[in-house]
C-alpha cells in the first residue's frame, strides 16, 4: 500500500468523513451513513476502489446506534483493501444502498438485510436470499435465540 | 396428508398470461446439475432465456450464528464445512484471520507446510469443477479419469489429516499434527499420477469439437461486469485480469514461490475450463518448489494464549493441567479488534472477517463467500443463453452450496 494514500483519502473526505486509521495493514474509514454515497463514489473514481468485496454488520446491542454496517472495498489496480463503517440505530436502520455503483451490492445487500434487518434504501430487491419467504426476525442480531425454530414443514406425529 | 406449505421463494416474474410464448421454467433446488442446492427461475422465449432469477440458501444452517457460540478453536470443523471440495484452504484461511488478530507470527515449518496443502486442496477442488462440469455434458471418461486423481489426493491428504474431506487440521498457531512418515514420498508418486491423467483430459477434451461447440462463447461474463460483480478467482481471471491474491498480496509463502497467474480470453466457459487447468499445473510447480524448501521445526508457535501444552506436560505439571483446562473451557483470548484476513480460495478470494471484544468466543465471524458472491452474476451469464447452456455454465461457476449459503 502507498504510504500517503490514507492520508490522501482522509484529506479527500475531510471534512464529512475525516475519521480514518489504518487496523492491521488496512485503512478504515468511519462515516455517517448520509455520506455514504458520496464517500464510496469519490473512493470508486478517485481511488480505484473498483471492486465492493463485502458487505456485512455486526450487532452492538445496548447502544445508540446499534448497528454497524461494514463494506470492504478493494482496488485491482493497487492491491489495497479498505473498510469502511457506518452506524445506524435500531429504530431506523437504513442506509444508501451501494446498487447504482456496484453490481456486487445487489446480493450482498440481500444478505445483511437476511441477517440484520438493514434497509437499503434504492436496492428494490431485499426479497430473503439465504432465508425464505415469511421468516419472522433476523438471526444474527443478538437477541434472536439461537435454537429458535420456524419449520416451513410442520413436524410429523411421532 | 392435507398440509399446506408455504413457497419459500419469490419469483421476480410470474407468467404473464399473454400468448406470447413465453414460459417460466422452474429448475432446482433438487436438481442433479445443481451440484450443492440452488434453484434457477427462468423465463424462457422457446429454448433462449430470457430472464434468471438465482435462488440460494438452501443449505444455509446458520454458520456465522453457531459461531458466535462457540470458542475460536472450536468453529475450526463449522469452517471446514464452508467449501467442502476445499476445506484445508478454509481452515488456514480462518486461523491467519485469528493470529493476524493475536498477532501471532506462525512457524517456518508451518508455513510451508499450510502453503503446500492448500496448493494441493486446490488442485482437488479444480478437479472437482472441471470433472462434474465434463460430466454434466456426458464426458463420463473424463470424469472417471479426474475422479480417479482425486481420490489419490484426497486419500493421501487423508493419511496426513485423518479425514478426506472435513479435516479440522488448522488450528490457532499452528496445525493439528505433523506430516506422518512417507508423506512426501508418496506426493511425488500422486504428483506424477497426475501428469497421466491430466494428460488423458488434455487429450480428449482441449480440441474436442463437440467440447468447444458447447464451450465456447458460452456463458460469457465480461471484464467490466465481473469487476463489478466483485469476481474473484478463475471467474475474473479467464475474463483476463491476472488478479490473484496469492501474487497481489501475497500471504504464507507465496512471495518466495515462482508461479504464473493464468488468464483467459473471453470469460467464458472455455476459458474458465483452461483457466482451471492451467492453474492446476502452477499448483503442482508450486508444490514442487514446496518440498525443497520444507524445513524441519515445530510447527505450533510457543504462545500459551493459544497452543494447547504438551499431553506429558498435562499430566505431570499444574500450569499446563490449567492451561490446557482454560484453552477448552474458556478458549484462547484473542485480543479485542478487527480484522478481515483473505486468502485466494479454489474458487475467489475467501475473506474473514472477525470481529473480537477479548473473549474467548467470537463476537462476530463472517465469511466473504466467493461462490455467494458469484451466484450475484450468475443470471448476468444465463441471459440470452440456450436452456440447455445453464448446466455447463453453472457448473463453470463452481459453486460450492456449503460456502454460498453458510
Given at each position: 500500500m502507498d504510504a500517503n494514500l490514507p492520508e490522501r483519502i482522509r484529506s479527500r473526505l475531510t471534512p464529512e468523513a475525516p475519521t480514518l486509521v489504518v487496523s492491521h495493514g488496512m485503512p478504515v474509514?468511519?462515516?455517517?451513513?448520509?455520506?455514504?454515497?458520496?464517500?464510496?463514489?469519490?473512493?470508486?473514481?478517485?481511488?480505484?476502489?473498483?471492486?465492493?468485496?463485502?458487505?456485512?454488520?455486526?450487532?452492538?446491542?445496548?447502544?445508540?446506534?446499534?448497528?454497524?454496517?461494514?463494506?470492504?472495498?478493494?482496488?485491482?489496480?493497487?492491491?489495497?483493501?479498505?473498510?469502511?463503517?457506518?452506524?445506524?440505530?435500531?429504530?431506523?436502520?437504513?442506509?444508501?444502498?451501494?446498487?447504482?455503483?456496484?453490481?456486487?451490492?445487489?446480493?450482498?445487500?440481500?444478505?445483511?438485510?437476511?441477517?440484520?434487518?438493514?434497509?437499503?434504501?434504492?436496492n428494490d430487491d431485499l426479497r430473503p436470499i439465504l432465508l425464505y419467504e415469511g421468516f419472522a426476525g433476523h438471526p444474527l442480531r443478538k437477541d434472536y435465540p439461537k435454537l429458535q425454530e420456524q419449520p416451513l414443514v410442520p413436524y410429523r406425529e411421532a | 396428508m392435507d398440509i399446506k406449505i408455504a413457497n419459500p421463494v419469490r419469483p421476480i416474474y410470474a407468467p404473464s398470461g399473454a400468448d406470447d410464448g413465453r414460459v417460466i421454467v422452474n429448475i432446482g433446488p433438487s436438481h442433479?446439475?445443481?451440484?450443492?442446492t440452488v434453484q434457477i427461475i427462468t423465463e424462457l422465449d422457446g429454448e433462449r432465456i430470457l430472464r434468471a432469477d438465482v435462488h440460494c440458501g438452501y443449505l444455509h444452517r446458520g454458520f456465522e450464528?453457531?459461531?458466535?457460540?462457540?470458542?475460536?478453536?472450536?468453529?475450526i470443523p463449522y469452517v471446514d464445512r464452508l467449501n467442502y471440495c476445499s476445506g484445508l484452504i478454509n481452515d488456514f484461511a480462518y486461523c491467519q484471520a485469528v493470529e493476524r488478530l493475536m498477532g501471532i507470527e506462525i512457524t517456518p515449518r508451518t508455513r510451508i507446510l499450510r502453503t503446500l496443502l492448500s496448493e494441493y486442496s486446490r488442485i482437488g477442488d479444480h478437479i472437482t469443477c472441471v470433472a462434474a462440469a465434463l460430466m454434466e455434458l456426458g464426458a463420463m471418461?473424463?470424469?472417471?479419469?479426474?475422479?480417479?486423481?482425486?481420490?489419490?489426493?484426497?486419500?493421501?491428504?487423508?493419511?496426513?489429516?485423518?479425514?478426506?474431506?472435513?479435516?479440522?487440521?488448522?488450528r490457532i498457531g499452528g496445525l493439528a499434527r505433523d506430516l506422518p512418515p512417507g508423506w512426501l514420498k508418496r506426493l511425488e508418486e500422486v504428483l506424477v499420477e497426475y501428469d497421466t491423467y491430466i494428460e488423458r483430459i488434455h487429450g480428449l477434451m482441449d480440441r474436442n469439437r463437440i467440447y468447444i461447440d458447447r464451450m465456447r462463447r458460452v456463458g460469457t461474463l465480461s471484464q467490466a461486469d465481473a469487476i463489478s460483480y466483485g469476481c474473484t478467482g478463475p471467474m475474473l481471471r479467464s475474463t483476463g485480469l491476472a488478479r490473484d491474491v496469492r501474487?497481489?498480496?501475497?500471504?504464507?509463502?507465496?512471495?518466495?514461490?515462482?508461479?504464473?497467474?493464468?488468464?483467459?480470453?473471453?470469460?467464458?466457459?472455455?476459458?474458465?475450463?483452461?483457466?482451471?487447468?492451467r492453474e492446476m499445473d502452477e499448483s503442482v510447480h508450486m508444490i514442487r518448489q514446496l518440498v525443497d524448501m520444507l524445513p524441519e521445526g515445530p510447527i505450533n508457535v510457543d504462545d500459551p494464549r493459544c497452543v494447547l501444552p504438551e499431553k506429558k506436560l498435562v499430566y505431570s505439571e499444574?500450569?499446563?493441567?490449567?492451561?490446557?483446562?482454560?484453552?477448552?473451557i474458556d478458549g484462547p483470548r484473542v485480543p479485542a479488534g478487527e480484522v478481515y484476513a483473505a486468502q485466494e480460495g479454489a474458487n475467489g478470494e475467501l475473506g474473514f472477517y472477525i470481529v473480537s471484544t477479548g473473549e474467548g468466543q467470537p463476537w462476530r465471524v463472517h465469511c466473504r463467500a466467493p461462490s455467494f458472491v458469484h451466484m450475484g452474476v450468475a443470471h448476468r451469464m444465463l441471459q440470452g443463453g440456450q436452456l440447455a447452456d445453464l448446466v455447463p455454465t453453472f457448473g463453470s461457476i463452481n459453486m460450492i452450496g456449503g460456502e454460498c449459503d453458510r
Open positions: 474509514v468511519e462515516l455517517a451513513p448520509a455520506q455514504l454515497s458520496a464517500a464510496v463514489r469519490a473512493l470508486r473514481d478517485e481511488f480505484g476502489f473498483d471492486m465492493l468485496l463485502d458487505v456485512t454488520a455486526v450487532d452492538w446491542p445496548g447502544q445508540a446506534l446499534r448497528f454497524e454496517v461494514v463494506y470492504h472495498l478493494y482496488s485491482t489496480r493497487d492491491f489495497v483493501r479498505l473498510r469502511l463503517k457506518t452506524r445506524v440505530a435500531e429504530a431506523d436502520p437504513v442506509v444508501d444502498s451501494l446498487v447504482p455503483l456496484y453490481g456486487s451490492a445487489a446480493f450482498m445487500e440481500r444478505e445483511c438485510h437476511d441477517m440484520f434487518g438493514i434497509r437499503f434504501r434504492g | 442433479p446439475a445443481t451440484h450443492g450464528k453457531e459461531c458466535e457460540a462457540h470458542t475460536w478453536h472450536n468453529l471418461t473424463a470424469f472417471l479419469y479426474l475422479m480417479t486423481l482425486r481420490d489419490y489426493i484426497w486419500e493421501h491428504i487423508a493419511d496426513a489429516t485423518g479425514a478426506r474431506v472435513t479435516y479440522s487440521y488448522g501474487k497481489d498480496t501475497p500471504y504464507l509463502a507465496y512471495a518466495d514461490l515462482d508461479f504464473e497467474v493464468p488468464t483467459g480470453i473471453l470469460g467464458d466457459n472455455y476459458d474458465r475450463y483452461v483457466v482451471r487447468m499444574i500450569e499446563s493441567l490449567i492451561t490446557h483446562f482454560k484453552l477448552i
